[in-house]
């Protein structure tokens, strides 16, 4: 049984699977970062995960878990935070260290979605590769891709922090909708932001609403 403050490790191989926001996640959930439960690939492997959350159950809360370590690696649909309608459900205080997200260009949408108001808030991006984000497929406005993002963020106090971004088809960070307010992004590398043929904007950041964000 694992509980707050364990460490639990993935063998290597590829998990053709998603992690989700369920009951069992749930019950790993720490108590504080100092306490926090911690999930990476065993010592000397590599793990391959196709993605990690979707929607979360009604009733459900999962805090306090780090997914930890340069060989933890999460491809094509890449990470989620949100909810399923209208449910109770939340993840906060995740955090992301050291990970290599790759989408290659198979989805329609972002490698990273934090949202829905208190969904995903409090949680943590470092020191990780977000690439290959999005897909040229037309959405039906003319934009192709546009809206498909390294990280898009709506919730709040998100941290997202010595991290690289590239090869993305929208732009590589969109903090919009929701309440996208007190966030930080700082110490970022991001270049070929905004790939997509037609695109709404070529940014790199994009802080359209929310208030009290920083990017440095």
Known sequence: HISSGDHLYFRGG??????????????LSGTSWSNATILEAY??????FNDIGGCGLSNITTSYIIFKGTNLNFHIGGLGFTPCGNTLASADHIRFDGLYIDQNHSHSE????LG????????EILNSYITRCGNFINDGQGHAGAHYHGVYVSTHNVLIADTEMYDVTGACIHNYSGNPSNNVYERLKLHQCGTAIFQMST??????TGTNNVLR
């Open 14 to 27: 590829t998990y053709n699977e998603t992690l989700a926001w369920d009951s069992q996640m749930a019950a």
């Open 110 to 113: 972002s490698c990273v979605y």
């Open 116 to 123: 829905d108001n208190d969904y995903g808030a409090y949680s």
């Open 203 to 208: 940014s790199a950041v994009i802080l359209n």
């Open 43 to 48: 010592p000397g492997e590599t793990v391959y």
